[in-house]
Every structure is written in C-alpha cells, then in structure tokens.
C-alpha cells in the first residue's frame, strides 16, 4: 500500500461519502462547542432564518434546533448526507422547520440578506476560508452573524512533520490571530473566537470512527482505495495525539456591519 495521502480530497467522493455517513459528525466539535459558540448569537426568534453550509448529516444542526426556534436549511454537497440529515430531523421532530437541501457552498440558494445567522462546522475549508467569508456575507442581514470552526495554528512556528503535513492538505490554515483579521478585513465585527477542547478529536470525532473504520472495510473488502482511505484517517489521528498542542480547530464568530 502506498503512504496515506495528504489530503481527504484525493479520494472519490463516493466513497468518502459512504465513510464519513456512517458517523454523527463529520469533523471535531461537539454539543457543547456547538451551544458555547451559539452563546455569542443574539435576537434569534421564530422568524430567523439559519444556513448551515456543509451540514453533513446534522449532528450540529440538530444541536442549533434544540436551542433555537429558528428556521434552519441546511447545505450539504452529498445526497446521502442530506437524506440521513431530513432523517434525523424527523427523528428529533423537528422536521417542520429543520430541512436538509442538496447544494454547493459555492452556489448557495439564498437571497441577498436573507440570513440571520451562517453556521458552517469543519466545513469552510472545503471553499477556503478567506473565500467562504467573504462570499456569504451578502447573504446576511446587517447585523447577522457567521459562527465557523476552522483548522488553525496555535503557535507561529512548529516540527516540521505537522507543518509540512497541514500545508499540504490545507494551505490556509494560519494562527487564529490572523483569521480574526481575515474576519475583520471582509467586513466583520469579531464576536468571538475560541479554540475546541481535544476532546472534539479525540472523544467525538476519532474515537467514533475507530469501530466505523472496521465496517467500512469490510463492506470494501479487497478495495484498495477504501483501505488507503481508513489508513489516511488513522494516520491524521496519530499525528493530532503527536502533535496536538501545536494546531486544532478554532470557532469564530463574526457580525455583519
């Protein structure tokens, strides 16, 4: 078997999709994280109307719709994400106001000021930071906030191994200092940022995965590419639990002006 790849993206969608359905999150965060962020929001109400862009399957989002009476679509490229994400706000009873729609973060079918809030977990890199912004902006009301989670440096230098490996897969991660001025320069006033627990890695995001990993394999018996997949996530695991104190997720929320 060749080394596991650097970055997720070299893999056919399909079968990152058919790994990645299996679990309740598609990246680390937990509820927690999810209510702690959602702390930072003010004035949602019954009319508000949340996006939630890259929802996955909706772990978060069912989050969000537990504490908000908010209207919440959200936007996933993968058909089925999105089926697991209508089922699961059946699930919750929420599905009169909770709807999970098949769409491209850069493509987005909402109004110009249509959106009290943009929610994006682990998800923004899939567009870039800097782009993804900057981009949604014109579909937040004045006054709207954006709450995303995105890889960020903790310190300005590194090992090597773990610089080359995050540059490789994602060449926008930079310190949190910088994406708050990211935030700041697209025209944001910076709400908050905080950096996740390791317990959004490790607890919630590859320890579920440990027991997918084997069903999955075994569903892709003798599948080459699903074995260099599952090697690639355990590979990122092990170099996280080597190298945690250097890099991890950050959420930042910003308000439209």
């Known amino acids: 078997m060749s080394d596991p790849p650097a970055s997720i993206h070299e893999f056919d969608v399909s079968l990152i999709c058919a790994y990645f359905a299996a679990l309740e999150r598609q990246g680390p965060g937990s509820p927690a994280v999810t209510v702690q962020a959602l702390d930072f929001v003010d004035n949602l109400s019954a009319a508000s109307r949340i996006a939630d862009i890259g929802c996955g399957t909706g772990g978060q989002t069912m ?53 009290d809030l943009i929610w994006s977990e682990g998800a923004i890199y899939n ?14 009301k004045p006054g709207g906030f954006l709450a995303v989670s995105e890889a960020s440096w903790f310190t300005r230098e590194r090992p090597e191994e773990i610089d080359r490996y995050w540059r490789a897969a994602y060449p926008e991660i930079d310190l949190v200092s910088t994406k708050v001025g990211q935030l700041e320069q697209a025209g944001y006033v910076p709400v908050a940022a905080f950096v996740l627990p390791e317990t959004c890695w490790i607890d919630h995001f590859y320890a579920p995965q440990a027991a997918a990993q084997e069903r999955f394999l075994r569903t892709h018996a003798g599948s080459e590419a699903a074995a260099e997949l599952v090697a690639a996530q355990r590979h990122e695991a092990e170099l996280y639990g080597k190298y945690k104190q250097f890099y991890g997720y950050a959420f930042y929320i910003g308000k439209k002006l």
């Open 63 to 115: 989050v969000l719709a537990a504490h908000t009476p908010a209207r919440i679509t959200g936007i996933d490229l993968f058909p089925d994400f999105i089926d697991r994400f209508n089922a699961n706000s059946r699930t919750h009873g929420v599905h009169d106001r909770v709807t999970g729609r098949v769409g491209s973060m850069d493509d987005l079918p909402f109004a110009e000021a249509e959106l």
């Open 127 to 140: 567009i870039g930071f800097a782009r993804g912004i900057n981009e949604w902006r014109r579909f937040l």
